[in-house]
């Protein structure tokens, strides 16, 4: 398919993903501006851990935030999607049920458990009809964030970043775990705007570095890797390309891929026909990383394995983090178009979901 066939692009996209993706820093600035209503209680900031129980794309800006204010958050924070709640929760633990559409099943389940052991619970979800979540926050008078998603009009909680990531740093920071410089996000806002008119589909190919990232992927199975503050960013880049592009992705972190997945490039023998790594590299990483990334590129080409890379240029960690995103984003929308799927749909997860309830 033709990237430049801006009518044959519309067709597809019949679930105005491509608007979600543009509207990033509108839900940004939509969080920012309804923060003053998120009140979350004094003894909150005294919890010694932080559990978050969402799945797929409910924890992806749980994720994101771990990543990126790592050194600023005063308390560990661990993500554990699904049914159980960990020994370790108790009265000490801040525990965050985390649900974009508030019907999914797992987070739902596990709050009961979660409350009789004491913990300190907050919520995140967008507000509807039938969002349960939504209706056992106003019931037990629980914390946190109900959104309205204006700017998604996909539906998609893939796609409404925004919301998940700039929602849980605020309810956080009104936790007292770390502080929020907000006119950083406004630089992130503003920047965000700029980056994302240099990747929209009007935008032709020789001049968008989406679409030429995009063109390198088809018919290859898709290594992400990064380090420290992106690992958020490549989890979340996974979860895109499998649901947006219909289209099989993993990642690997540096520096941990250099003690065991090098020594697997060798086998099966079709690696160096089927795999394409795609780096994301930052001069913010720590020097013996940004090393460890150039050498361990070298030792994949030896194995006869392509590898593509995307140098971030933001001045700081969480602009890094939103440029990442938005090209994700589109990288993953673009290698869409080239599997000629319509990027909203997500059918075998409506199939299971239907079969499981059944």
């Known amino acids: 398919m033709n990237l430049d066939n801006i009518n044959k692009i519309k067709k597809l996209d019949s679930g105005r993903v491509a608007e979600s993706?543009?509207?990033?820093?509108?839900?940004?600035?939509?969080?920012?501006h309804e923060a003053r209503l998120i009140k979350i209680p004094g003894e909150y900031g005294k919890v010694t851990q932080a559990v978050v129980n969402g799945m797929g794309g409910s924890n992806i800006g749980a994720g994101i935030v771990k990543s990126v204010f790592s050194n600023e958050i005063k308390v560990p924070i661990s993500i554990t999607p699904g049914y159980g709640v960990p020994a370790h929760v108790n009265d000490k633990t801040l525990y965050v049920v985390s649900s974009y559409s508030g019907t999914t099943e797992e987070p739902l389940s596990a709050y009961g458990e979660a409350k009789k052991r004491g913990a300190k619970i907050m919520a995140i979800t967008s507000h509807g009809a039938k969002n349960k979540l939504e209706k056992i926050m106003i019931k037990d008078n629980i914390p946190g964030y109900i959104f309205?998603?204006?700017?998604?009009?996909?539906g998609q909680p893939r796609l409404g970043l925004g919301y998940s990531i700039f929602g849980m740093a605020v309810m956080m920071a009104k936790a007292g775990l770390f502080k929020i410089d907000v006119g950083e996000a406004e630089n992130v806002i503003a920047s965000l705007e700029i980056w994302d008119r240099e990747l929209r589909p009007a935008v032709n190919l020789r001049s968008n570095a989406a679409k030429q990232l995009a063109l390198k992927l088809p018919g290859k199975q898709i290594v992400l890797a990064a380090a420290e503050f992106l690992i958020g960013n490549v989890r979340a880049m996974r979860n895109q390309f499998c649901e947006n592009s219909k289209h099989f992705a993993t990642y690997l972190a540096l520096p941990d891929l250099n003690h065991f997945a090098m020594e697997g490039l060798a086998n099966p023998k079709n690696n160096k026909k089927d795999l394409v790594f795609l780096f994301f590299d930052s001069e913010l990483y720590h020097p013996r990383v940004q090393k460890r990334s150039r050498l361990t590129k070298e030792v994949i080409k030896k194995n006869g394995i392509e590898v593509l890379s995307h140098n971030l240029t933001g001045k700081t960690k969480l602009a890094q983090a939103f440029e990442m995103l938005q090209l994700g984003s589109w990288i993953t929308y673009y290698l869409g178009m080239l599997n000629k799927v319509n990027p909203v749909k997500i059918p075998w997860v409506d199939w299971f979901k239907k079969e499981l309830g059944k």
Do not use: T, Y
């Not at 993706?21 to 920012?32: D, E, G, T």
């Not at 309205?148 to 996909?154: F, I, L, M, T």
């Open 21 to 32: 993706i543009s509207a990033l820093p509108f839900q940004i600035r939509q969080v920012l």
């Open 148 to 154: 309205k998603p204006e700017h998604n009009p996909s």
